[in-house]
């Protein structure tokens, strides 16, 4: 089992930066592949970047890539997203996703087996 706890989300104005949190309770993190997802109000919620176990390999939705950054840090269960240059169709419901077991593919909602609260990202014009 794994508990994923978001934090970090908030008002910022466009070009602005923030980065989330997600602490994880639970002593399989290290061998967990963790996600980023959002959701916008009347969409489906989307693929928004990811990291290997190690740390080592990262993969990123199109919309993102180039100014957003996941990490993590094993030592302190905790993935990290950086977001840059934030734009207001970045507006949505930011959750963070864990996959223990292999999965062939981890951009979608279907991989990921454990999921946090979601932290509410706003971005103003």
């Known amino acids: 089992q794994v508990q994923l706890v978001e934090s970090g989300g908030g008002l910022v104005q466009a070009g602005g930066s923030l980065r989330l949190s997600c602490a994880a309770a639970g002593r399989t993190f290290s061998n967990a592949v963790m996600g980023w997802f959002r959701q916008a109000p009347g969409k489906e919620r989307e693929f928004v970047a990811r990291?290997?176990?190690?740390?080592?390999?990262?993969y990123y939705a199109d919309s993102v890539k180039g100014r957003f950054t996941i990490s993590r840090d094993n030592a302190k269960n905790t993935v990290y997203l950086q977001m840059n240059s934030l734009k207001p169709e970045d507006t949505a419901v930011y959750y963070c996703?864990?996959?223990?077991?292999?999965?062939?593919?981890?951009?979608?909602?279907?991989?990921?087996?454990?999921w946090g609260q979601g932290t509410q990202v706003t971005v103003s014009s």
């Open positions: 990291i290997s176990r190690s740390g080592v390999n990262t």
């Open positions: 996703a864990a996959r223990i077991d292999y999965s062939a593919s981890y951009i979608s909602t279907k991989d990921y087996d454990y």
